[in-house]
Every structure is written in structure tokens, then in C-alpha cells.
């Protein structure tokens, strides 16, 4: 059964870090190329952030030297470490393949306060 679940979302003041992990199955995993996503109250849901399968990386401009994707390929895992979080970085976080989606996960939240 296909499933994403994302965790370590939760309250950070600005400049904080936290880390959030994506377990996927092995259907939505495999050799694709991953992404996390982020979608902040009335906006639309944003790319931020990808890795191939052999880890090559991209990072939307408002992230870059600041975020830092990886993947576990062993465990199906893909991860997004944040660093000098900002409160526009408030948002839920959610992972998915790049090409392909046809669900997403409950996300998790992401508030960084001033």
C-alpha cells in the first residue's frame, strides 16, 4: 500500500533548526527523484527543495545555504534539515516523488515564531 508519512515538524523560534524525516513506500520511493513541499495558510504549495536518486540536489532560491535535503535510499527515507529557520518559513512541510504524484501524506507543521 502506497504511503508517505512526514515527521519532525513542530515550534522553533527564528534561527532554530529542526529536522524532518518523510518514510515513504517503496513504490513512491524506488529510484524516483524526491522532493519536500511546503504550503504556508492561503498560499499555494511551493517546491523547496529535491534529490535524485543518486543525490544530486535542488533548492529553491528562499532555502538555499540554509536547508539541506538527503535521502536514505536503504530506508525509503528522505530528509530536510533546517537551519536559521525563518517566520516565513511557517508552513506544512510534505514530501512526494517529482513526477508522478497521485496523493500526498497529512504533511507536518512547521511554525517558526519571531
Known amino acids: 500500500q502506497a504511503q508517505l508519512v512526514e515527521s519532525g515538524g513542530g515550534l522553533v523560534q527564528a534561527g532554530g533548526s529542526l529536522r524532518l524525516s518523510c518514510a515513504a513506500s517503496?513504490?513512491?520511493?524506488?529510484?524516483?527523484?524526491m522532493g519536500w513541499y511546503r504550503q504556508a495558510p492561503g498560499k499555494e504549495r511551493e517546491l523547496v527543495a529535491t534529490?535524485?536518486?543518486?543525490?544530486?540536489?535542488y533548492y529553491a532560491d528562499s532555502v538555499k545555504g540554509r536547508f539541506t535535503i538527503s535521502r536514505d535510499n536503504a530506508k525509503n527515507t528522505v530528509y530536510l534539515q533546517m537551519s536559521s529557520l525563518k517566520p516565513e518559513d511557517t508552513a506544512v512541510y510534505y514530501c512526494?516523488?517529482?513526477?508522478?504524484?497521485?496523493?500526498w501524506g497529512q504533511g507536518t507543521q512547521v511554525t517558526v515564531s519571531s
Open positions: 517503496r513504490s513512491i520511493f524506488s529510484i524516483n527523484t
Open positions: 534529490i535524485t536518486h543518486v543525490g544530486s540536489t
Open positions: 512526494n516523488r517529482l513526477i508522478g504524484a497521485t496523493f
